[in-house]
């Protein structure tokens, strides 16, 4: 089977989306968002396959998709829908590896009764952690990586996205004690060509397949 790997981030607006458009161009993998809170203007599952040059039959479609950028549980409270955690099944991908974007942070509530991390738990998948380089990140990272050890869920490493922050990427990484994957910066502009070379020489294939 081939290498599935979680995109999770420890805030809403980390960038988790570029960057799994950037992993999953690296890898050759599909994408998969479960859930799409928010459908005016270009969708995280559009933006990916645009960014990361993905042809349609490596964008898997969306278990749940809600009008209102928002909280899942509260967007679907909106438009009247109950998100099923039970839905919630890896689909087929056994000819490439799979990227999985979650949405927000690893708390984010899917309904009244569960969190995004209740899932990436029961996957058994391993997760690698976008984080912020600004102000914050290392009280959010640490809390985020904490969270995930607690439920046992195997953390593939860190990636930042922002400008350079060595004192605390390297903080994060020797407090937490988690491998360091890399750093994306923020591009200007931001196009599948500019991303692609970008990702490349900011991280290294090897380190998340069959880590």
């Known amino acids: 089977m081939n290498q599935r790997i979680v995109v999770a981030g420890t805030d809403t607006g980390i960038g988790k989306t570029v960057f799994s458009a950037g992993l999953a161009h690296l890898l050759g993998a599909k994408y998969w968002k479960p859930v799409q809170a928010g459908l005016e203007g270009e969708t995280d599952s559009e933006a990916a396959a ?97 969270a995930l050890r607690k439920r046992q869920i195997r953390l593939l490493g860190i990636a930042f996205v922002g400008e350079r922050n060595p004192e605390s990427e390297s903080a994060i990484c020797e407090i937490g004690r988690v491998r360091w994957l890399g750093r994306l910066p923020w591009i200007t502009p931001l196009t599948a060509d500019s991303l692609q070379k970008t990702f490349k020489s ?7 397949l069959n880590p």
């Open 50 to 146: 645009r960014l990361g040059g993905l042809s349609p039959g490596r964008v898997m479609p969306e278990l749940y998709r809600l009008r209102t950028p928002a909280s899942p549980h509260h967007s679907a409270q909106i438009d009247e829908v109950r998100i099923n955690v039970e839905s919630f099944h890896l689909p087929d991908c056994r000819d490439r590896p799979l990227v999985i974007e979650g949405a927000g942070g690893l708390m984010v509530p899917l309904n009244r009764d569960v969190l995004y991390i209740d899932i990436f738990e029961r996957w058994s998948l391993p997760v690698v952690l976008c984080a912020s380089t600004k102000l914050g990140t290392i009280n959010h990272s640490l809390l985020s990586i904490e």
């Open 202 to 208: 900011s991280f290294v294939r090897g380190d998340f």
